[in-house]
């Protein structure tokens, strides 16, 4: 066989964030996730799996404008689950590791030699 390729689904664990504006406000510098993996060929294969995205406060403040920033406090679980499934969505590295992990750990380092 080969890597499998899986639909995934993100759920919000939690989030950290680093001091700005004078410690009035934070800028989100971790999100962490569940990440569900079904398998395209087979779903009754699935898996989920813990994973930490980290962005760095100093670019993210570079970016920052009113019209675009929201508060740490305003941030929702919604939002970083798809802050999140857009960076995977985007990312063909990181969409092909992901099924990697996946299909290693649902059938074994040997499925993904094949």
């Not at 899986?6 to 989030?15: C, G, K, R």
């Not at 009035?24 to 079904?38: A, K």
């Amino acid at each position: 066989m080969a890597v499998h390729t899986f639909n995934l689904t993100y759920e919000f664990v939690s989030m950290q964030g680093a001091p700005f504006n004078n410690y009035t406000d934070q800028v989100i510098s971790e999100v962490v996730v569940n990440i569900t993996g079904v398998d395209q060929a087979d779903n009754s294969k699935s898996l989920t799996v813990t994973e930490y995205f980290y962005w760095s406060p100093t670019d993210r403040l570079a970016t920052k404008s009113d019209a675009n920033w929201t508060s740490f406090r305003d941030v929702t679980p919604a939002d970083m689950e798809g802050w999140v499934k857009n960076l995977v969505d985007n990312s063909a590295e990181m969409r092909a590791a992901l099924n990697m992990q996946l299909t290693c750990k649902i059938y074994g380092t040997t499925e993904a030699d094949a």
